[in-house]
C-alpha cells in the first residue's frame, strides 16, 4: 500500500528511472526489441497489433469489466483490479476516506480473518457506537465522559482482537504461491494486484471476488493509526510532501484535486467505520471495477470463473461522477512555506484531461523539458547554469483523468537564490514559445517517451496494469496503444502551439519552500 507526494502511486517514479533505461532494453515477451521500433509508427505498429489481436474483452451482466491477455512464456498470471474510484471522488470533509479503505481492503471476510464472526460482529457493532460517543463527547469538551468513553473504546478493542485472525487474507495468499500482493491509491483511481502461479486462477477468482463482496473492514482503528503515522512520515515531516500539499491548495481553488490523496489529518482522526462502508457501498459497485489478468490463462477459462464468482456481485446504481470543474485562472499564484529544508522551487500550470487531443502533446513537452539528464531542464539549470542540483517535472500531476497540472520543480544549489531557479526556468519555457524545437529533438524525445511507455509493460504485472487502467480511465484499453501511435505524430508546431496556450503568466502557480536558517 503506498502513495507518494507526486500523485500518489509509483507510476511515475518508475518512469522517470526507466527513461534512462529505456533505449537500453530488449523487449522480452512479444519479440520486439523497443529501441529499434520506436519512433517510427510502421515499426511500432506490427506489434501492437500482434498484442491488441490476444486481447480478450468480457464484460459481466453486473457491469463489470475483464481484459485478458494470454502469454504462456511462464506458468504465472497477473492480476489487478481497477477501481474508478480515488481521492477525487471524496466529499470535503472525508478526505483520505479511499486510501484508508485501501488499507481495510486486506483485513478479511466474515470467513477469512475471524474465528467467529457472529461474537466478532457483535463486538464491531459495540466499538463503532462507542466511538461515535466519544466524537460526541469530544465535540462537547465533556471531560469526564471522554475519560469513560476512552475506557470503554480499550477494553472493546481488546476484545475484537481475540477473534481477528491477523493477515490470513495476505497468509491464503502467500500460502498458495502468490506474490506481489498490494495496492495503490491515487487521485483518480484506486488499484490491487498480485500474481498467482498459473494453476491458482480460481483460487484467485475466489479469494478477489470474496473480498469485494463481503469485506469486513476490521482492525479499524489500528489502521487509523497506521494511516496517521504515513501521513507525518510523508506529509508533515517532509519539506517537500508539505509543500505539495499547500501547491495543490492554491493551485486548485473548487476542483478536489486540491486535496491530498492521504486525506487531511483531521479527516482521518475523525473518520468511522460506517464513512468507509458507505464509501465502499456507493463507489466500489460492479461497472466501477475492472479486471486486468495477464498471464498463462485460457480466456475462455476466466470468463467462465468470472461469470462464477464475480457474477454473484448484484447490479447497483452508478455513482455520482465528479462534476466540479476547476474556474480559468486569472492571475499568478504564490505560495510560500518556511521549513527546515535546503530551498525548493516549485511551478505548475493548468492543463487539459487525458481524454483531450493535446494530451500527448503535453507528455512530449513534459518529457522535452524535464525527463532525465538529456532534458533541457537538466542541462540548462544544473549542468550549464549550476542553479539546482536537480530540475524535473511531471506532465500530469497530480492525476490526468480531469483537467491537472503540468508541474516543474527544482532544488536550489548551495549559494544559489529562488530566483535564479526561477528565471533560469522561464528561460527555457519561452524558448518553447518563441523558437521551434528541432525535428532531431523531437524525434529523439519522442522516441524516449515512446520507449519508456513500452518499458512499462515489459512484464504480465506493467501490462496488465496499464491495460487495467486505460479501460478504467478512459473507456477503452486500446487508447493505451493509441497513445503510442499518437506521440509518434506530434509535430514541432504543436509543442509551440500548446506552450504558447499553456504557460502564461496568468495561468502559473508558484510554490516555493523556504530555509529556516535564511
Not at 501521513?231 to 501547491?247: I, L, Y
Request: proline share 5%.
Amino acid at each position: 500500500m503506498f502513495i507518494n507526494p507526486f500523485g500518489g502511486n509509483k507510476t511515475i517514479v518508475k518512469r522517470i528511472i526507466a527513461t534512462l533505461l529505456s533505449i537500453l532494453i530488449t523487449w522480452q515477451g512479444w519479440g520486439l526489441n523497443p529501441a529499434q521500433a520506436v519512433g517510427n509508427p510502421t515499426d511500432i505498429q506490427p506489434y501492437l497489433e500482434r498484442v491488441k489481436d490476444r486481447v480478450t474483452e468480457y464484460e459481466l451482466d453486473n457491469g463489470m469489466t475483464f481484459v485478458i491477455l494470454p502469454d504462456s512464456e511462464a506458468p504465472v498470471i497477473s492480476f489487478v483490479t481497477y477501481v474508478d474510484v480515488g481521492s477525487a471522488n471524496e466529499e470535503n470533509t472525508k478526505t483520505g476516506v479511499a486510501h484508508f479503505l485501501e488499507h481495510l481492503a486486506f483485513k478479511g471476510t466474515s470467513k477469512i480473518g475471524t474465528t467467529n464472526y457472529e461474537e466478532e460482529q457483535e463486538v464491531l457493532q459495540e466499538l463503532d457506537q462507542v466511538h461515535q460517543q466519544l466524537q460526541t463527547a469530544q465535540n462537547e469538551g465533556d471531560e469526564e465522559k471522554i475519560a469513560e468513553l476512552e475506557a470503554s473504546l480499550e477494553e472493546l478493542k481488546a476484545e475484537a482482537e481475540q477473534y481477528v485472525k491477523p493477515n490470513e487474507f495476505g497468509q491464503i495468499v502467500q500460502r498458495e504461491g502468490g506474490v506481489g500482493l498490494n495496492a495503490a491509491t491515487a487521485a483518480d483511481y484506486t488499484v490491487y494486484f498480485s500474481r498467482f502461479p498459473a494453476n491458482k486462477l480460481e483460487l484467485w477468482m475466489s479469494l478477489e471476488s470474496e473480498r469485494f463482496l463481503d469485506p469486513v473492514f476490521r482492525d479499524f482503528f489500528s489502521e487509523q493509526q497506521v494511516v496517521l503515522e504515513e501521513r507525518r512520515v510523508r506529509t508533515d515531516n517532509s519539506p517537500v510532501g508539505k509543500m505539495v500539499e499547500n501547491f495543490l491548495g492554491t493551485a486548485f481553488t473548487t476542483h478536489p484535486y486540491q486535496h491530498p490523496v492521504i486525506g487531511y489529518e483531521e479527516d482521518i482522526r475523525s473518520t468511522t467505520r460506517q464513512d468507509i462502508q458507505d464509501f465502499f457501498d456507493l463507489y466500489y459497485v460492479p461497472q466501477k471495477l475492472t479486471i486486468a489478468i495477464v498471464g498463462d490463462v485460457d480466456p475462455e477459462e476466466v470468463k467462465e470463473l468470472a461469470d462464477v464468482y464475480f457474477g454473484r456481485f448484484p447490479s447497483r446504481p452508478s455513482p455520482p461522477e465528479v462534476t466540479t470543474e476547476e474556474p480559468p485562472q486569472t492571475e499568478v499564484r504564490e505560495v510560500d512555506v518556511t521549513l527546515p529544508s535546503q530551498p525548493w522551487y516549485f511551478e505548475g500550470y493548468h492543463r487539459p484531461a487525458i481524454d483531450h487531443e493535446d494530451h500527448v502533446v503535453y507528455e512530449v513537452i513534459g518529457r522535452l523539458l524535464s525527463a532525465g539528464r538529456t532534458s533541457r531542464l537538466y542541462q540548462s539549470l544544473v549542468e550549464e547554469k549550476q542553479v539546482a542540483l536537480s530540475a524535473q517535472g511531471l506532465s500530469s500531476f497530480p492525476g490526468n483523468k480531469f483537467p491537472n497540472l503540468v508541474l516543474f520543480y527544482a532544488l536550489t544549489a548551495p549559494n544559489t537564490s529562488l530566483e535564479e531557479v526561477s528565471e533560469a526556468l522561464t528561460v527555457e519555457i519561452e524558448k518553447l514559445k518563441t523558437e521551434l524545437v528541432s525535428e532531431e529533438e523531437l524525434e529523439r524525445v519522442k522516441t524516449q517517451l515512446q520507449a519508456n511507455l513500452l518499458r512499462d509493460l515489459d512484464s504480465n504485472q506493467g501490462m496488465a496494469r496499464q491495460l487495467a487502467e486505460y479501460e478504467g480511465k478512459t473507456g477503452d484499453w486500446e487508447n493505451l496503444f493509441a497513445e503510442l501511435e499518437a506521440i509518434a505524430n506530434v509535430t514541432v508546431e504543436d509543442i509551440q502551439r500548446v506552450a504558447e496556450d499553456t504557460f502564461t503568466e496568468n495561468n502559473r502557480t508558484i510554490g516555493r519552500i523556504l530555509s529556516e536558517n535564511n
